[in-house]
């Protein structure tokens, strides 16, 4: 079964850094990958990816709020 999106934080179109709340109760982010970072141990099958602070807050603050919030 695809897992369900819904943007919490981020652009309102188009492909830009945005966090999601999954129908499975997980946080999915988009954003630039990070291959190689200073005290980032990336495990086989994981991926970092780099998104603006605003952009997670944004996230951060629709969660604290129950996830009723809207796009930001």
């Given at each position: ?64 709020g ?7």
């Open positions: 079964m695809t897992m369900k999106l819904r943007k919490v934080s981020g652009c309102k179109n188009g492909t830009c850094p945005a966090v999601y709340i999954s129908d499975r109760g997980t946080v999915v982010a988009q954003g630039v990958p990070v291959d190689h970072a200073e005290g980032l141990d990336i495990s086989p099958g994981e991926l970092a990816v780099e998104l603006p602070a605003e952009v997670f807050a944004g996230a951060l603050a629709v969660l604290e129950g996830l009723h919030g809207s796009a930001r």
